[in-house]
């Protein structure tokens, strides 16, 4: 199974701020590397595919990069409405993995 | 557009078979991959399995010796056994549209809570 592994695990933010998360494939994954955002309660909802792509309705203060092993998420400026957990998902082969998680928090 | 929906006990005893039913509505199902993804109270996303119309599926090899999925085209739904429960596998279990060459999962459905208890 590849190995999905998010830094950090949680992070204290406050709006306004540039929040950055890591995403690290345990082998090459070229860029079958997706993510989620998950609000308290409800369903995962798809923010990036294909490392880079914004899903659409998704607000472009989100972006990512990356391929290969490494990739990261950015929030440029944090919003309210951004405090949620956020997965990362490798889609290169089965079984599918996830990330541990990132719990974004407000400071 | 597609929504889908979970549904089925959410309450099953220990040793027997948890079964579940995700409806597609708004659109057809026929030409994706249907997913199971679980999550227990507190904990990480794990990828249960896929299955596709012409019945060809992966599952996740940490649960396959239990697990059975199926899709019912006429009815625009896919069902999910897992058989012999413990309380481990009590959680939210979501079902989701696998799209695009990217293979994303979209959309989810909202999930449904099994609590596996006598």
């Known amino acids: 199974d590849i190995q999905m592994t998010q830094s950090p695990s949680s992070l204290s933010a406050s709006v306004g701020d540039r929040v950055t998360i890591t995403c690290r494939a345990s082998q090459t994954i070229n860029i079958y590397l997706n993510w989620y955002q998950q609000k308290p309660g409800k369903a995962p909802k798809l923010l990036i595919y294909a490392a880079s792509s914004l899903q659409g309705g998704v607000p472009s203060r989100f972006s990512a990069s990356g391929s290969g092993i490494d990739f990261t998420l950015t929030i440029s400026s944090l919003q309210p409405e951004d405090f949620a957990t956020y997965y990362c998902?490798?889609?290169?082969?089965?079984?599918?993995?996830f990330g541990q998680g990132t719990k974004v928090e407000i400071k | 557009q597609v929504q889908l929906q979970e549904s089925g006990p959410g309450l099953v005893k220990p040793s027997e078979t948890l079964s579940l039913i995700c409806t597609a509505s708004g659109g057809s199902m026929s030409e994706y991959y249907w997913n199971w993804i679980r999550q227990p109270a507190g904990k990480g996303l794990e990828w249960i399995g896929r299955v596709y119309k012409s019945g060809s599926s992966n599952y996740n090899p940490s649960l396959k010796s239990r697990v059975t999925m199926s899709v019912d085209t006429s009815k625009n739904q896919s069902s999910l056994m897992l058989s012999s429960v413990t309380a481990a596998d009590t959680a939210v279990y979501y079902c989701a549209r696998e799209r695009g060459s990217s293979r994303m999962f979209d959309p989810w459905g909202q999930g449904t809570l099994v609590t596996v208890s006598s």
């Open positions: 998902q490798q889609s290169y082969n089965t079984p599918r993995t």
